[in-house]
């Protein structure tokens, strides 16, 4: 088994990304995609961000048996190199130091996280675009806004079709997907967004994981220390608040951490007994 430690970072011509990778720590190679690391089965690969763009090359890696590992937090690489007094910041030395960051802190991922994430920032996308075109509106003119509010339909268009490609692709991928979708009552196209909102959720919901683990890592946290800064995953709470918001038919206004919580609970719950009960009827 051979561990492979890569950086990745945008070329400076910001073109594509550059991959600089080593397995000792001395002798260091330069790739343009994933697919070039010479791993094979049994092997891990550990790297600092895993870019959207470079989805399908670390799917393939995956294929051909390696285990692909991303580290959960960079900010462990600024902290690493302060706590040992590196001012280099070439990536070579990041490499060095990712090396020197404990297992624990790094996330295993599977060809559906790859794939569910790589849809899922496509929606964002559009959320973000369709969320710019409305906050244009108010200020047009109107000459302009006849414009905008055809961006606007035509991105609304587009944000639906990605959710359904989402939503087709977590009833594939994930079995309890289906029996969460009956028992939140989202089912139907006029519920397609938050049937996405599900789909992203499950995303981040590890069945190994206890329940605080899982409502901390969706900021749901108990209140104590409150000086000290909590981090979670924003993108999983926003998610979160989308559906909690659907579910149960109230205004933004009317988002409590408590609703949340309460549907995080019923979530990670139905799919801790459906995972416990489909490994049980796996025969040894």
């Known amino acids: 088994m051979t561990r492979f430690y890569a950086d990745v970072h945008r070329k400076k011509d910001e073109t594509n990304y550059r991959i600089t990778f080593t397995t ?20 891990k690969v550990y790297v600092d961000v895993l870019p959207i763009m470079h989805t399908d090359g670390f799917i393939e ?21 302060q706590r040992l007094g590196i001012t280099s910041k070439s990536a070579k030395t990041d490499i060095k130091i990712l090396m020197m960051v404990e ?13 569910m994430r790589e849809k899922a920032s496509t929606f964002r996308s ?16 109107e000459d302009e806004r006849e414009d905008l509010l055809d961006m606007v339909k035509i991105t609304e268009k587009k944000l639906h079709r990605q959710a359904k490609r989402i939503v087709e692709e977590a009833e ?22 938050s049937q996405e909102a599900l789909a992203e959720i499950m995303m981040y919901v590890n069945p190994r994981w206890g ?17 000290k800064k909590k981090r979670y995953n924003g993108q999983a709470r926003k998610a979160l608040e989308r559906l909690t918001i659907a579910v149960y038919k ?13 549907l995080l609970r019923q979530i990670w719950l139905t799919i801790r007994q459906e995972t416990q009960e489909r490994l049980a009827g796996i025969p040894a």
């Open 24 to 43: 000792d720590g001395e002798a260091f190679r330069h790739v343009d995609s994933p697919t070039k690391i010479p791993a094979e089965a049994g092997d």
């Open 61 to 81: 890696l995956l294929r051909r048996g390696a285990e692909v590992y991303y580290l959960r937090r960079l900010t462990l690489i600024k902290a690493t190199r």
């Open 103 to 115: 297992e624990r802190c790094f996330k295993a991922v599977d060809e559906t996280y790859l794939i």
């Open 126 to 141: 559009l959320q973000r675009t369709l969320q710019q075109y409305k906050n244009r509106l108010e200020a047009a003119s």
């Open 172 to 193: 594939r991928r994930y079995p309890v997907y289906s029996i969460l979708v009956d028992e939140l009552r989202i089912y139907g196209d006029n519920h397609l967004l």
């Open 211 to 227: 329940w605080r683990k899982t409502a901390n890592f969706f900021g749901l946290f108990k209140n104590t220390n409150k000086k």
């Open 250 to 262: 109230i205004k933004t206004d009317d988002l409590t951490a408590k609703l949340q919580k309460t």
